[in-house]
């Protein structure tokens, strides 16, 4: 059984577009993530929920919005998508803070 | 800030070569301090992991100390394979950072036959 699982795995759209990546986790945990990796594989923290609720929102345009209808589940919707959004989007899950975190296979957004 | 320093790379080594990969951090309090490792075109997998001072933390032969004095969670292996080939990632979590992940930039390691 997949412990994180996120899709689509591969997402290649136009600009001005809106998707969705979906995220879910099977772990029992109770705060999940969404980190962005760029071209040149750094990693950084989007957003983090925990028990529903938005905990972490580091500075990252409102075209961004997370959901999370349940604990198991964090969403990530982007409205108007830019060329400079295309990157890896990584969702992970942890159970309390200081643990490791969980990380799912990553949906590579390329905006053409 | 948090902040975690990481060699740059790439790492070219031989099979059955030893290899370190320096990581240092800066972060007040005390931080958890975890290696994860990132195989090509797959997501991130713990590598290993240490919560206080002086804790080792080791898995398949990787091994890395919490070094309070000097800041700093080096990477260490006595002997890689090619299968070791991917991109290392130093990182920390505070104790007020509700489970954030601060990474270092990564270093790709290749290993030849």
């Known amino acids: 059984d997949t412990a994180v699982s996120q899709t689509p795995k591969y997402l290649v759209t136009q600009m001005g577009n809106d998707k969705s990546i979906k995220c879910e986790q099977n772990?029992?945990?109770?705060?999940m993530y969404w980190y962005k990796q760029d071209s040149k594989k750094f990693l950084k923290i989007m957003f983090s929920?925990?028990?529903?609720?938005?905990?972490i929102n580091e500075t990252v345009p409102n075209r961004f919005s997370p959901k999370s209808p349940d604990k198991a589940h964090l969403n990530l919707h982007i409205n108007s998508l830019e060329l400079g959004d295309s990157a890896v989007y990584f969702c992970?899950?942890?159970?309390?803070?200081?643990?490791?975190?969980?990380f799912g296979q990553g949906t590579r957004l390329t905006v053409v | 800030g948090d902040s975690v320093t990481q060699m740059e790379g790439p790492v070219t080594l031989s099979e059955e070569a030893f290899l370190t990969i320096n990581c240092t951090y800066t972060?007040?309090?005390?931080?958890?301090l975890f290696w994860y490792v990132q195989y090509p075109g797959e997501g991130l997998q713990l590598l290993l992991k240490?919560?206080?001072?002086?804790d080792k933390g080791s898995n398949k032969g990787f091994e890395a100390t919490y070094r309070k004095e000097t800041t700093s969670f080096h990477l260490e292996k006595g002997s890689v394979q090619v299968s070791d080939s991917a991109v290392y990632f130093c990182?920390?979590?505070?104790?007020?950072?509700?489970?954030?992940?601060?990474f270092g930039a990564g270093t790709q390691v290749v290993v030849t036959p």
């Open positions: 772990l029992g945990h109770d705060t």
């Open positions: 240490a919560t206080k001072a002086d």
């Open positions: 990182a920390l979590s505070s104790t007020d950072s509700w489970g954030k992940l601060q």
């Open positions: 972060a007040t309090g005390y931080p958890s």
């Open positions: 992970a899950s942890s159970q309390v803070a200081r643990a490791e975190a969980f």
């Open positions: 929920y925990n028990n529903k609720e938005l905990i």
